[in-house]
């Protein structure tokens, strides 16, 4: 019976060994397992946290490129054609959509000039970022005489 009093204890060790290992893998691989999806949340929250910040760098930059107002919009107008001697016909807002940050103001210009003249002025108001054209038609008008007349539709984004 000694002989097996040393064999059992030994078994005996080994058997609270091996549970007490079996308990600590367990905890260790619930633990881990909370671990990483923790890690994968704040792996998504930082990809989040990364994107809202780019986009708010962006949103920035393009608010800058915004119009104050209508009036700056017709300014802009103005001024390129008082500097390449365009005759504004007619400039009458035809619609304003409104967006979440934005007004999408929609103009319609009836212009008449030089050739020279309304191009270089065309090129002036594409140069600025919130100002696009929609439609553009060019031709000779009948009551001027040799005098190029425009139709034009503008589109300027204006702050709200």
Same mark, same amino acid.
Do not use: C, Q
């Given at each position: 019976m000694k002989k097996y009093k040393n064999l059992i204890a030994s078994i005996a060790i080994v058997v609270v060994f091996i549970i007490i290992m079996a308990i600590i893998y367990k905890n260790y691989r619930e633990e881990s397992y909370i671990l990483h999806n923790k890690i994968?949340?704040?792996?998504? @929250?930082?990809? $989040?946290?990364?994107?809202?910040?780019? $986009?708010?760098?962006?949103y920035g930059?393009?608010?800058?490129? $915004? $119009?104050?107002?209508?009036?700056r919009l017709k300014k802009i107008i103005d001024r390129a054609a008082l500097k390449y001697n365009i005759n504004i016909d007619l400039l009458k807002p035809s619609s304003k959509i409104e967006e979440d940050n934005f007004y999408l103001v929609e103009i319609e210009l009836k212009l008449s000039g030089s050739y020279k003249g309304l191009l270089s002025f065309i090129k002036e108001i594409e140069s600025y970022p919130a100002i696009g054209f929609r439609r553009l038609r060019i031709g000779w008008s009948k009551e @001027?005489?040799?005098?190029?007349e425009t139709k034009v539709k503008l589109v300027g984004l204006i702050k709200i």
């Amino acid at each position: 019976m000694k002989k097996y009093k040393n064999l059992i204890a030994s078994i005996a060790i080994v058997v609270v060994f091996i549970i007490i290992m079996a308990i600590i893998y367990k905890n260790y691989r619930e633990e881990s397992y909370i671990l990483h999806n923790k890690i994968k949340e704040w792996e998504e @929250k930082n990809f $989040l946290a990364n994107r809202i910040s780019s $986009l708010k760098e962006e949103y920035g930059k393009v608010r800058g490129y $915004l $119009l104050s107002d209508f009036f700056r919009l017709k300014k802009i107008i103005d001024r390129a054609a008082l500097k390449y001697n365009i005759n504004i016909d007619l400039l009458k807002p035809s619609s304003k959509i409104e967006e979440d940050n934005f007004y999408l103001v929609e103009i319609e210009l009836k212009l008449s000039g030089s050739y020279k003249g309304l191009l270089s002025f065309i090129k002036e108001i594409e140069s600025y970022p919130a100002i696009g054209f929609r439609r553009l038609r060019i031709g000779w008008s009948k009551e @001027k005489g040799n005098v190029l007349e425009t139709k034009v539709k503008l589109v300027g984004l204006i702050k709200i």
